[in-house]
T-cell receptor
Framework: NAGVTQTPKFQVLKTGQSMTLQCAQD?????MSWYRQDPGMGLRLIHY???????DQGEVPNGYNVSRSTTEDFPLRLLSAAPSQTSVYFC?????????????FGPGTRLTVL | RKEVEQDPGPFNVPEGATVAFNCTYS??????FFWYRQDCRKEPKLLMS???SGNEDGRFTAQLNRASQYISLLIRDSKLSDSATYLC???????????FGSGTRLQVQP
């Protein structure tokens, strides 16, 4: 199993550009989520999904869209990039949203918005 | 006040030392607790879950104090390879997502 994969690893955008961060998992996990990590702020939840066709907002959803058309994929779209979205983005998955299940993280995407 | 708070450190300790970190949470309805380890420029990985009775995994011991609303992580006989950032994570009852602290950095020195 590849686990959780993310592409690209690095990306530089100009203000106003749009792009999609890809996330895929091959563990048949129901629950997937996106976090951003900024210095001194820890991991903050952007959006999450409890299964195909179901998504919900996290703590910091503004400026981001998600969809979950398959169990495996959970892309994150930046609609119009802003410098405040410069961050490291992590995708995570777990078998379901059961309380004690471990979340498995992807390797992250480092995004810079100029 | 942040929902989950940690001392950012860094904690600089010599090899072989015992070091402890605390993590406080604000919501008494919190249900599940975890410690994750994150190496520099890498993704977080689960170190251990924290159970009500406390639990131990080798040199690592996790404790939960519900009355004072904190969890702790104790590392005995520190190794150079323990150098990392340790993130605590909390799940509130009825919520599906985890809330993470900002992490405590540990540097073990030879």
């Amino acid at each position: 199993n590849a686990g959780v994969t993310q592409t690209p690893k690095f990306q530089v955008l100009k203000t106003g550009q749009s792009m999609t961060l890809q996330c895929a998992q091959d563990m048949n996990h129901e629950y997937m989520s996106w976090y951003r990590q900024d210095p001194g702020m820890g991991l903050r939840l952007i959006h999450y999904s409890v299964g195909a066709g179901i998504t919900d907002q996290g703590e910091v959803p503004n400026g981001y869209n998600v969809s979950r058309s398959t169990t495996e994929d959970f892309p994150l779209r930046l609609l119009s990039a802003a410098p405040s979205q410069t961050s490291v983005y992590f995708c995570a998955s777990s078998p379901d949203s059961n309380s004690y299940n471990e979340q498995f993280f992807g390797p992250g995407t480092r995004l810079t918005v100029l | 006040r942040k929902e989950v708070e940690q001392d950012p450190g860094p904690f600089n300790v010599p090899e072989g030392a015992t070091v402890a970190f605390n993590c406080t949470y604000s919501n008494s309805a919190s249900q599940s607790f975890f410690w994750y380890r994150q190496d520099c420029r890498k993704e977080p990985k689960l170190l251990m879950s924290v159970y009500s009775s406390g639990n131990e995994d080798g040199r690592f011991t996790a404790q939960l104090n519900r009355a004072s609303q904190y969890i702790s992580l104790l590392i005995r006989d520190s190794k150079l390879s323990d150098s990392a950032t340790y993130l605590c994570a909390v799940r509130e009852t009825g919520r599906r997502a985890l809330t993470f602290g900002s992490g405590t950095r540990l540097q073990v020195q030879p």
